[in-house]
């Protein structure tokens, strides 16, 4: 199952080209974070990555600069914080 979800995600990196694919809110690419975890996790875990990333990469994410540091952080749909070594360059650019 592992090298079955490998290759589809190998798969769908040469169908769609890097330039068409949807920009992600996550510094690493979902389909890049999914296929990392599966190689180092096994495919269980890649699945659940990815229902983590498809859930949460979507709109209904906020990003705002923490009072106390003045970091930039994100809050995703699910509630979660992520901080700024996380969040897609694009976004914190401004």
């Not at 096994?42 to 970091?71: K, T």
């Amino acid at each position: 199952m592992k090298q079955a979800l490998l290759l589809l995600i190998r798969f769908y990196w040469r169908i769609v080209p890097a330039g068409e694919r949807r920009p992600c809110i996550f510094r690493t690419s979902c389909s890049l974070h999914v296929f990392q975890v599966t190689q180092a996790e096994g495919w269980l875990n890649g699945i659940r990555a990815f229902s983590f990333r498809l859930r949460n990469c979507r709109a209904g994410f906020e990003i705002f600069h923490h009072p106390v540091n003045d970091s930039k952080q994100m809050i995703l749909p699910n509630g979660q914080l992520i901080g700024a070594e996380d969040i897609a360059e694009r976004f914190l650019e401004n």
